[in-house]
């Protein structure tokens, strides 16, 4: 029966949806059938919005911008696909959603692998990895941070790695008040409303001086946020150490994994924040007096999605087969959130943020049993002739027996027409 709700839900999806005017654009690195572009740039600036943009495995040495446009950009199956360069999302209006999913993004020297900046609407990345840039030896010279989010309302990132840029070797100097590079912090959060599942998020290390009277770089923060709102479940924070040196300041400073100010507030789900190699008065989580820090010591809600195309995330395919996986904590009923688009929505009495618009399907799927999960085949249904891609948003939530509800992993399915 729950295999049956849910397989009437995405047929409604893909009959009622109204972006199946959609086009999928095809991007590869090297021309050939079917392949309507070799930069990721070059499709970005052909889409319009609703568009998706379907990305071959291959490296693109590009910096990819995205000025205001409601588009989707998915790697495809058949191995990794890297950006050697930079991703930036700017601009989106509130009206507007962007997400990417399964892309390797690695800054230039110095550089943030991926910006966010001023995007009112809805920015959501899957399965992506996103290193910051390596620095150059210096004190002067740091290294990129993984990800920049500024004043941004709406931002998710679900099974991502942010990694820090390390910080660069400085060698053969006379001056003992130089140092090496300081490395790059994870996510640099300013103005911004933020929400993070099941990922890894590190600072960069500081970068060593050797040989010469000189000190090690500083090690960089996992995640700072300032004047922002955080919510975190099922993910790992880590600060990093300072770079080796012999100078008057010796080995660079170490940081923390978890910075926070500026009236800041952080939520933590399940979450672990670890610098092993500080010392023992130091905090694992600074914070100053105008920020709140919350943790809960309680299971996430976790949503997995198993098909023979899911190494990593990837777009499905008409007639593949898979199963979708809840797991909760034991005893609370579990829900299946389903919906054609992707809204950010917060309220003081959920434990984490309703990441699906409207129209809005809630399918209850029973009370967990001791195994804490679910299971649900399910087949992709014909999307029908003329129709490419349907987006399908998922998330799972669960209701305790005290009537809370706990929102937990979010998942966008992107449908394809069997003939990708």
């Known amino acids: 029966m729950r295999a049956l709700a849910i397989a009437a839900i995405v047929a409604a999806l893909v009959l009622d949806t109204p972006a199946l ?43 990819v911008a995205v000025h205001g446009k409601s588009i989707a950009i998915a790697s495809d199956s058949g191995g990794p696909v890297l950006i050697t360069g930079s991703v930036k999302i700017e601009a989106l209006p509130a009206s507007a959603s962007f997400s990417m999913q399964g892309m390797h993004v690695i800054g230039s020297a110095g550089k943030a692998a991926l910006r966010i900046t001023d995007c009112a609407g809805s920015v959501l990345l899957e399965g992506c990895k996103v290193d910051g840039g390596f620095g150059g030896g210096g004190w002067d010279a740091p290294a990129g941070a993984a990800a920049v989010i500024t004043r941004s309302d709406a931002v998710t990132l679900v099974g991502c790695e942010a ?18 590079g300081a490395g790059g912090a994870g996510l640099s959060i300013g103005e ?43 993910s790992r924070f880590f600060g990093s150490p300072g770079g ?16 926070v100010h500026a009236a800041s507030t952080l939520e933590l789900v399940a979450c672990l924040a670890s610098s092993d190699y500080l010392p023992d008065t130091w905090s694992s989580i600074k914070s100053d007096a105008s920020s709140s820090v919350s943790q809960f010591a309680i299971a996430p809600v976790e949503l997995a999605v198993s098909a023979p195309s899911q190494v990593g995330v990837k777009p499905l395919r008409e007639g593949e087969a898979g ?34 618009g409207a129209p809005l399907t809630v399918l209850p799927l029973g009370v967990l049993g001791a195994s804490a999960s679910v299971s649900i085949p399910f087949t992709v249904p014909d999307q029908g002739a003329g129709i490419e891609v349907t987006l399908v948003h998922l998330q799972a939530a669960t209701i305790d027996a ?9 998942r966008l399915a992107a449908l394809l027409d069997a003939s990708f």
């Open 402 to 410: 005290q009537g809370a509800l706990q929102l937990g992993a979010h």
């Open 21 to 63: 005017a959609s086009q999928v654009h095809v991007v590869a690195t090297q021309p050939g059938p079917g392949v309507d572009f070799k930069s990721i740039s070059a499709a970005v600036a052909a889409a319009a919005d609703g568009d998706v943009l379907l990305v071959k495995p291959g490296t693109y040495a590009e910096h």
């Open 323 to 356: 199963t979708l996986e809840i797991s909760g904590a034991t005893g609370a009923l579990a829900l299946l959130l389903v919906a054609p688009s992707f809204a950010y929505t917060s309220n003081p009495s959920w434990l984490g943020t309703a990441l699906i």
């Open 163 to 180: 990694r820090g840029g390390h910080g660069g070797h400085l060698s053969h100097t006379s001056d003992p008040f130089d140092s090496g």
């Open 244 to 259: 080796s040196g012999s100078g008057p300041f010796g080995i660079g400073s170490p940081a923390v994994p978890l910075s």
């Open 192 to 234: 911004s409303k933020v929400t993070l599942h099941a990922c890894v998020v590190l600072g960069g290390p500081g970068g060593g001086c050797d040989p010469g009277p000189c000190s090690g770089g500083s090690g960089a923060v996992g995640c700072y946020s300032s004047a922002s709102t955080v919510h975190a479940s099922a």
